[in-house]
Structure formats: C-alpha cells, structure tokens
C-alpha cells in the first residue's frame, strides 16, 4: 500500500498539509499536490495514480467540471472533498464518476481510512485470478482487461460501478441488503443513512439494463435489499 500514488487536490493549503502530513505518517510515500484544477489536470495526464482527492470549490474550475476530464486519463478511485453536502451535490458527484464523497470538516483519520479501504480491495481484486472473464446473457465483465461489454459494445463504468458489477458477478442470485452491499463494495461499516448504495445501483442499472425503470438483472426485493439475476428475465423492481 506505502508504493501507491495518492494525488490530493484543494486550494487550502492547510488542508494539503494536515493530509499529507497523516498520509506520510501511515506510510504512504508518493503523494503529489495540486492547488488547481489547471495543475491537476497536467499532473493526471503524466503520472499514474491509485487515488485522487479532488476538492469541489477550486478557483476558475471547479472538481465537478474536471472530473470529466480526469476520467478520460484514469480510472483511479476519486474522493470529493467539500463543503456542500446536499443529496443533489452528493448524486451530481457520483454521477461524475466519483467513488465516495466526503464532507468538510472532517476527520482525516477518516479520509485516510477510506483511503486504505479502497486500496486494500483493489489490491485483493488484482490478487484474485480465479475467475478473469464474467458473462450473463448479453453482459460481460473482463476483470484482466477491467472492460465492460453489453451487446458486444464496450460500455465505461466509473471505478465503484464496476465494482458493484463485479461483485454482483462473483454472487449471482444471492440476496443482498444494502448496507451488506455498502460494508463488502465499499469496505465500510454502514453508519445509518446513506444513499450511496441507491446512488449506484440506479448508475449500474442506467448502464446494463435495456429499461433501467424496469430491471430485469439488478433486482429489487421490497424491504429486503437487492440481487443480480444472471438470466435477465425477471422483472421485479420498486
């Protein structure tokens, strides 16, 4: 974990220092600041990163503007950092291609433990080669290649999407609640009221479901959560 690239983005320079003070002391030794976006995209685009803090308020554009443009260069897991925490801020982020978004103030104990969740599952994702190819009627998931087809088209996910993809791949027609989804996708302990697993489930469905309204594999169980159904065929939904 001390070898992967972390890239922290926010135009408070205490905020850059506090973080990469608590990351250097955790023992993450690569670790490359940017106070704007101009500076961000320019670092994207000549380094690789395994994570990206991107704050929102930058000056001149803001981290919903590029992150876009930093999706077109990575698929690194992306963390917003701001102040504005309402559920539309939060569903416009994840719409982006964000993979978690944390609210000022906080604790950047916190960040850093998201931080070494995310990683420590991509690190157990690369280890596992016992199955490398998924298909379910016209969906296929490469994990060597990390691609996506659906009716033979290749179709991008953010990084958390295909996650939940993947995992639903690896436990077909097996029940899940959404706060199992959230503590086995996201490597968190559910903490009471979060729409992040609604959030993606809705971008999951908008990608692989003809009818995303009426899902035939990304199934809801009322009051009990949700399972992928590998033939496709079913039509419960909520």
């Keep these: ?63 919903f503007e590029i992150c876009p443009l930093i999706r077109q260069t990575t698929e690194a897991p992306i963390f917003f950092l701001t102040a504005r925490s309402t559920d539309l801020d939060k569903l416009s982020g994840f719409a982006l291609g964000a993979d978690d978004y944390i609210t000022k103030p906080f604790n950047p104990l916190e960040v850093v433990a998201r931080i070494k969740a995310h990683l420590r599952r991509q690190k157990g994702r690369q280890s596992h080669t016992a199955q490398t190819l ?11 290649s990390g691609e996506v087809t659906i009716h033979g088209k290749c179709v991008e996910l953010p990084a958390q999407v295909y996650q939940l993809l993947l995992f639903f791949c690896q436990h077909p027609n097996q029940l899940f609640s959404k706060n199992q989804l959230y503590e086995k996708v996201w490597g968190e302990e559910f903490l009471g009221e979060d729409n992040t697993v609604m959030v993606h489930i809705r971008k999951l469905r908008e990608k692989i479901e003809e009818n995303p309204s009426k899902p035939c594999y990304i199934i809801t169980v009322r009051g009990l959560g949700y399972k992928f159904v590998p033939s496709g065929d ?3 939904h909520s």
């Design 234 to 236: 079913r039509h419960e």
């Design 134 to 144: 998924y298909q379910y009627g016209q969906i296929q998931v490469n994990t060597l």
């Design 1 to 63: 974990m001390h070898k992967s690239q972390i890239l922290i983005v926010d135009d408070e320079k205490a905020i850059l220092h506090m973080l990469t003070t608590i990351l250097i002391r955790e023992e993450f030794q690569h670790i490359d600041t940017a106070g704007t976006a101009e500076r961000a995209l320019t670092l994207c685009q000549s380094k690789r990163y395994d994570l990206i803090l991107l704050d929102v308020m930058l000056p001149g554009r803001s981290g």
